[in-house]
């Protein structure tokens, strides 16, 4: 992946893929969404005192190329303009050709050339460690390219047939008639999108890299989805006819001018989407007949040596693959005593997978079926949010200032997306940060983890750790709108056990829900690296997880089935989750009385996501000058 794809899928997602605070804008960059000319381009404000006039001269010539190179890519991908909330290139998708993509390669090593021209020792501490992450992220995307056949562009996660869909949804904000010609404009544009997306499927399918067979139900049903309803049959508006009209409605503009808008949109969807889509699932079909029931990654070209590689990008360890299932298995250990525990606090008699039996059956811990139940649902988590919004003060000194709001997941997409999701505010405060909690199976959502489910996705997890990322002055944009998924999802699962140290997860049962969710990234560990380097059938993946989580069977399929087409990617949220446990007992035990833990999280989230070796020299630089004084 390159890096604009990767700040656009670190933006966008936080896989988590789930998935956040803004600078305060001038007027100006209200009107135009962030500073989009690299000469204008903002630069980190802090140097250190004392630095030479020669010194600082380096250190702005520097900031200002951190500026330049992210403009660069971002010149190159208007769907991170509109992200950002850019209005510029607005009816446009980006070039996904395998030459833009080459084109994206050589822009990386002359960058990356540039930058290696920098004496690190003429900088400040903030502009070096830029500098250090800027440098290791281009040399990890360079790496990174001879595996860019190693995807799979389309599967029931992501993939261009949904993310456009999302994007013209959840980012194409339409404010005048201009934004809704734009809106038109990429709806009329899809056909060639998906060409490109096509020719990228086949380019994978002729070196031997097709998804496996079961995700071919999932994409080609949520292709056909989305054109559902009218006005490609008889039914009720489809998903995006009806988006469009909703922001056209809100148009300060004449009925005539309104009625005109809709019938363009209608003619775009007729001609150019659905044709779009109808070819793509067209194809997806044709090559459904050539997939096989082979799931890891070991059975790619060079399979293993790949999915070393993206272990060590998801988890920024250089942790093998053995390591990491080892250590998988340790942590399943200790959850399961752990569970034990709370089985004798609420009197349960028999054993742990009777009692995961019990939790996944129970109906008292499940709201039912049906609209009724999703709103109660909604209506909780944002409780359990606004609860712990009371308490920050006690943990946190800095905090964002981006709101975050609780939805369900789009119905076009709530099939095959997962259990829940953060997306991120918009950087101009356009856009709060936004919760997603799939809710197509109340039956799969139980009430136990709710509270843990609402600090990973939201407060104190990635709302937090997102917003104030994005709202950082002192750090360039890179790194403002980039991350790290062991940081940022290690983060997040750190956060579910935060509340507990200041009395939340009251019920037993609760608790028992956070180690639930700790259990089921435990297991991550274990099944991922079965699947992908031991070889693991899919079927003996499910069997495992199945007997050692308490989550219901519907919840271990889409889980395993996650993993499969996202190698090395589950690992991730314990392994940083681990460490900064780690690291937070180290400062504890060094600091005594001295520690503080607002202060503690103050040096975790003040500089941004950064790779695990690095957050740990900055909180061992923090324990040294507190020792100091």
């Not at 049906?370 to 359990?384: D, N």
């Amino acid at each position: 992946m390159n890096l604009k794809l990767t700040l656009l899928a670190a933006a966008i997602s936080t896989l988590a893929i789930t998935g956040c605070e803004r600078e305060q804008p001038s007027t100006q960059d209200q009107a135009n969404g962030v500073e989009n000319s690299a000469a204008a381009a903002e630069t980190p404000e802090a140097i250190s005192e004392g630095a030479t006039s020669e010194n600082a001269e380096v250190i702005e010539k520097t900031n200002a190329l951190f500026e330049t190179q992210f403009q660069t890519h971002l010149d190159r991908s208007p769907e991170f303009k509109t992200f950002l909330g850019i209005k510029e290139d607005y009816g446009k998708w980006d070039d996904i050709s395998p030459e833009f993509e080459k084109e994206t390669y050589e822009i990386h090593k002359r960058q990356l050339a540039e930058l290696k021209k920098i004496d690190p020792a003429q900088l400040d501490d903030a502009t070096r460690l830029s500098l250090e992450l800027a440098i290791r992220n281009l040399e990890q995307e360079i790496d990174g390219y001879k595996w860019r056949l190693h995807t799979y562009p389309v599967n029931q996660m992501y993939g261009v047939h949904t993310s456009a869909a999302s994007l013209l949804i959840n980012q194409h904000r339409i404010s005048d008639v201009s934004d809704a010609n734009a809106y038109i404009s990429r709806l009329s544009a899809l056909p060639a999108h998906f060409d490109q997306l096509i020719a990228n499927l086949k380019e994978r399918a002729d070196a031997g890299v097709i998804v496996p067979k079961f995700v071919f139900p999932y994409i080609i049903g949520d292709g056909e989805n989305l054109i559902t309803g009218a006005p490609f049959d008889d039914g009720k508006d489809s998903t995006l006819f009806a988006d469009f009209k909703g922001k056209v409605a809100e148009l300060n503009i004449s009925d005539e001018e309104k009625t005109a808008l809709v019938e363009k949109a209608k003619t775009a969807l007729l001609e150019h989407t659905q044709p779009a889509y109808e070819k793509l699932i067209s194809y997806l079909s044709e090559l459904e007949k050539q997939a096989t029931t082979d799931d890891g990654a070991w059975k790619l070209p060079d399979g293993d040596k790949f999915y070393q590689h993206r272990l060590n990008v998801y988890t920024t360890t250089d942790m093998t693959a053995d390591e990491i299932h080892q250590k998988g298995l340790e942590e399943v250990e200790r959850i399961h005593n752990e569970m034990r525990e709370i089985m004798q606090k609420v009197e349960f008699e028999g054993s742990l997978q009777e009692f995961f039996e019990f939790m996944r059956t129970d109906e008292q811990f499940y709201y039912p079926e049906g609209e009724e139940g999703k709103q109660a649902y909604l209506k909780k988590a944002t409780e359990i949010i606004d609860t712990m919004k009371g308490r920050l003060d006690e943990l946190f000194i800095t905090k964002p200032k981006a709101d975050l709001v609780v939805k369900a997941v789009e119905p076009f997409r709530e099939k095959s997306a997962g259990k829940a999701f953060y997306q991120r505010p918009a950087p101009d405060g356009s856009r709060p940060g936004i919760y997603y909690a799939n809710l197509y199976k109340m039956s799969s959502m139980p009430t136990y983890q709710m509270e843990a489910l609402a600090y990973h996705e939201g407060i104190p997890g990635h709302h937090m750790q997102l917003s104030i990322m994005q709202e950082l002055d002192n750090i360039p944009k890179f790194r403002k709108f980039g991350g790290y998924t062991a940081y940022t999802e290690g983060w997040g699962l750190y956060s579910e056990l935060v509340p507990k140290e200041i009395g939340f997860y009251k019920d037993p049962y609760s608790d028992f829900g956070r180690l639930a969710m700790e259990l089921w990234r435990a297991c991550r560990l274990v099944v991922d690296t079965g699947m992908h380097s031991k070889k693991w059938t899919r079927e003996e993946t499910i069997d495992w997880l199945a007997e050692n989580s308490p989550n219901p069977h519907g919840d271990v399929v889409k889980a395993i089935e996650r993993y499969i087409v996202m190698p090395g990617q589950a690992t991730a949220y314990k392994i940083g989750m681990m460490k900064i446990v780690e690291l937070r007992e180290k400062a504890k035990t060094e600091l005594g009385d001295q520690f503080d833990i607002r202060k503690f999280h103050d040096v975790v989230l003040a500089n941004g996501a950064v790779p695990l070796d690095v957050l740990e020299e900055l909180v061992d630089q923090w324990i040294a000058e507190t020792k100091a004084g």
